[in-house]
T-cell receptor
C-alpha cells in the first residue's frame, strides 16, 4: 500500500515551458487535491476533484490545469511556466465525510 | 469565509518543556479541525483531529480541544522531545475543501 505518490520529485523548467505533475493514490479515495506550499504562506489549494471526471478551482488556480480521467490519478499541468510558479507542490487525497487528507511527498519545481 | 490563524514561529524549546501552539479559526457551519505535522523534506501527516465541539484529539502525547466558544484548537504537549522538531499546521475542513494555517516551526534542543 503506497498511499499517495507523486512524480517527479524535482524538476527545473525554463520560463514558457510546459509540464505535467502526476499524483496517484491506491486508497480508493474519492477526493483529490493539489496544493502549493510557499514560505510563510502555508498551503494554498490550486484545484481539487470530488470524483472521476470532475474538477474544481481552489484558491489559486490561475496558470494551472488539472484532469481526473481515472479515480486513482490526478494530473496537474502547467502550460507556460512562470518564475512565480516556483514552489513545492503537494497532492492529497481523502474520503468524503471524514475529509482526513493523506499527502504525497511533494514535488519541488523551480522555474528559471 | 473560512480561515485559520496560527501562532507565528519559529518556536525553540528545550527538551521536556511544555508546548503550546495557538490556533484560531473562522468558519461558517460546523467544521472539523486538524493538526498536521511536516518533517523536513516530507509531506504533511495527520497528527490529530476533532470533528465536533468539545472533542479532544490526541496522539503521540499531543492534545487539542475543539473550543467552539473561543473558536480555537490549540495544540499542547506536556514534554517535548528532539524528535518533535517539525512544522505544525492547523487546518479546518468545510465542505469539500481544507483551509490551512501558515505553519509554526518548532525546534527542540537537547
Amino acid at each position: 500500500n503506497a498511499g499517495v505518490t507523486q512524480t517527479p520529485k524535482f524538476r527545473v523548467l525554463k520560463t514558457g515551458q510546459s509540464m505535467t505533475l502526476l499524483c496517484a493514490q491506491d486508497m480508493n479515495h474519492e477526493y483529490m487535491y493539489w496544493y502549493r506550499q510557499d514560505p510563510g504562506m502555508g498551503l494554498r489549494l490550486i484545484h481539487y476533484s470530488v470524483g472521476e471526471g470532475t474538477t474544481a478551482k481552489g484558491e489559486v488556480p490561475d496558470g494551472y490545469n488539472v484532469s481526473r480521467l481515472k479515480k486513482q490519478n490526478f494530473l496537474l499541468g502547467l502550460e507556460s511556466a512562470a518564475p512565480s510558479q516556483t514552489s513545492v507542490y503537494f497532492c492529497a487525497s481523502s474520503r468524503p465525510v471524514t475529509y482526513e487528507q493523506y499527502f504525497g511527498p511533494g514535488t519541488r519545481l523551480t522555474v528559471t | 469565509g473560512n480561515s485559520v490563524t496560527q501562532m507565528e514561529g519559529p518556536v525553540t524549546l528545550s527538551e521536556e518543556a511544555f508546548l503550546t501552539i495557538n490556533c484560531t479559526y473562522t468558519a461558517t457551519g460546523y467544521p472539523s479541525l486538524f493538526w498536521y505535522v511536516q518533517y523536513p523534506g516530507e509531506g504533511l501527516q495527520l497528527l490529530l483531529k476533532a470533528t465536533k465541539a468539545d472533542d479532544k484529539g490526541s496522539n503521540k502525547g499531543f492534545e487539542a480541544t475543539y473550543r467552539k466558544e473561543t473558536t480555537s484548537f490549540h495544540l499542547e504537549k506536556g514534554s517535548v522531545q528532539v524528535s518533535d522538531s517539525a512544522v505544525y499546521f492547523c487546518a479546518l475542513s468545510a465542505g469539500n475543501q481544507f483551509y490551512f494555517g501558515t505553519g509554526t516551526s518548532l525546534t527542540v534542543i537537547p
